[in-house]
């Protein structure tokens, strides 16, 4: 299921678009203002932002610029604001659709369908979980503002934890991905490299960020 946060600060259209997107089967996370939606985002892992301009303290302009920090998702603009050079304004700097409010809820459904579909085609970059930041095209990674340096084989296995964190990867999978080799059984060569990240975190982070399931994988831990 793929989740979706809306920062929105007006109750009556919050509790529509939220009712709207579950009953469309996606998962939903409110926020009521611009730094309430930047620390639910900084925390978990979404697919889509519906965002408002006008919000209580933070603006949606710097609410939208930090997520731009983070992250490459697709953000929909739903404003009331209908001057044309603030919407280009916004698409330029990193909006990837606008629509204005009064809106039609089938014309909402029908672009955020359209934007996870452009999402799902296109490699996210920038990567986020707690604590930990990492770059995919710039092949950077760290936790706190301190930088890892990673193997490659250590990077590979961290991005795809990183990517899916409600999935636990098996083993096979992980060696089969990250090593793109056929995995013969070899047990120690998994359990070596997440040891050596889990140590190159320890670090700078008391947390612990990669779980072991017992008897299927590892998962990021939330």
Request: aromatic fraction near 8%.
């Amino acid at each position: 299921m793929e989740n979706i946060l809306i920062i929105e600060d007006n109750d009556e259209i919050n509790t529509l678009l939220r009712e709207l997107l579950k009953n469309a089967g996606y998962g939903v996370k409110q926020a009521y203002s611009g730094s309430e939606g930047l620390l639910y985002f900084s925390g978990e892992s979404y697919a889509l932002v519906l965002l408002d301009l006008m919000l209580p303290g933070m603006t949606g302009e710097a609410v939208l610029a930090g997520i731009r920090e983070q992250s490459d998702i697709p953000v929909m603009i739903i404003s009331a604001k209908t001057d044309m050079e603030g919407k280009v304004c916004l698409l330029q700097t990193g909006a990837d659709d606008y629509i204005t409010k009064p809106f039609d809820t089938r014309e909402v459904l029908a672009r955020v369908e359209l934007l996870l579909k452009r999402g799902k085609m296109s490699v996210q970059r920038k990567l986020i979980f707690q604590e930990l930041r990492m770059d995919t095209e710039k092949h950077t990674v760290s936790v706190n503002g301190s930088p890892l340096s990673l193997t490659k084989q250590e990077f590979a296995i961290l991005e795809l934890l990183m990517k899916q964190p409600d999935k636990i990867y098996s083993k096979q999978e992980l060696y089969e991905l990250a090593w793109e080799e056929y995995y013969l059984g070899e047990d120690k060569t998994i359990n070596v490299h997440i040891s050596n990240i889990r140590k190159k975190i320890k670090q700078y982070s008391e947390r612990e960020y990669i779980e072991t399931v017992w008897g299927i994988g590892f998962q990021i831990k939330k």
